[in-house]
């Protein structure tokens, strides 16, 4: 059962690890697009992938606590903690976006991207510290 549990481990692991992209990816968008429709286009293209990555690693994050038996541990607790956080904050995000497509404020629009550089920026810094917390 031990070679089981570190196989989906395993696979769980690597499922998690491309979540680094999209915060990278969003990060390199806000500070090297100088455009604001450049910035908010390469947010909305994106969104769907993170979206998909979150999911999936959830998604086999709950296969192995099944397998686990559902046992609670400080590790699964936050995990899912902060995946729900990440999960959240990115709804936030997403909607805040939808409102400033509409504004020309150009106010609002800074405050926007400073919120998105906070919030990728923390979300890199959670998942790096998460998958060096599971490696361990």
Known sequence: MEFIGSE???????LSIPLLLP???NLYALFANL?????????AVCAPAYYTLLSAS???GFVIWAM???VFTFKIILMLTLWIVVLVAEIKRHKFQKQ???????TKREKFFLF?????SLDFCTFVLLL?????
């Open 35 to 43: 455009s604001h429709t450049k910035k908010l286009r390469t947010l």
């Open 8 to 14: 989906l481990i395993f696979v769980h692991l690597s």
């Open 58 to 60: 959830a998604f086999s």
């Open 100 to 106: 400033i497509r509409m504004e020309a404020d150009f």
């Open 116 to 120: 998105a550089k906070i919030k990728y």
């Open 23 to 25: 915060p990278l990816w």
């Open 132 to 136: 060096l917390f599971m490696v361990r």
């Open 68 to 70: 686990l038996g559902f």
